[in-house]
């Protein structure tokens, strides 16, 4: 098994390809061991000392390291070393019952009047924005939209990224005040 890695704009953060596909439908992140327990991939990658976050999208897995001062270094080998081991044994990547993160999951907000422009956010984000965060191993959902303000949750390598303020403000703010005046602001959730 050959399993490509690629840097992503968050330097505590690396993307692993392992030629197949991760997460069939929805995906899933995990900040913590607890979280990680409905997944045993994300319970061996839990176990790797230095890591501290998984996502998983469809065709890749999302790692960050803790700041503790773990390094790239010392930790990819062995997270490499529980992805292969993982699929090697056939083993499930979510237990039985326990589904990915709905991308739709939590909590959305919006009035009742802003029903057509929440389409249009959600049409943009779908087609043109989360494309190219996936890219970089990270996501971006809708969670809600008051007063011109779009309030958006920032997953994976983007959850934490130095660059993900810059990706919000000038990336995404941009291309919904261009389809849509009556946007003011991007906000992180």
Known sequence: MFIQTEATPNPATLKFL???????????????ADSA????????????????????????????????GSEWPQVKPAVLGAIMEHFQSGAPVMNEGAAGDAD???????????????????????????????GDGGDITFRGFKDGVVYLEMKG??????????????????????FL???REVQAV
């Open 37 to 68: 327990t409905r997944s045993p991939l994300a319970s061996a990658l839990f176990a790797v000392p230095g890591v501290s976050g998984v996502y998983f999208g469809h065709d890749f897995i999302s790692v960050t390291k803790a700041e503790d």
């Open 157 to 178: 390598a983007c959850s934490g990224c130095p660059s993900s303020t810059a990706t919000l403000r000038h990336g995404v703010q941009n291309l919904f005040k261009h």
């Open 104 to 134: 739709d999951a939590g909590e959305e907000f919006y009035d009742e009047a802003d029903h057509d422009t929440v389409v249009t956010i959600k049409d943009l984000l779908e087609t043109r924005v989360r494309p190219a965060v996936a």
């Open 18 to 32: 392992p030629g197949r596909v991760v997460m069939p439908e929805s995906t899933f992140e995990a900040r913590d």
């Open 181 to 183: 005046p009556s946007v």
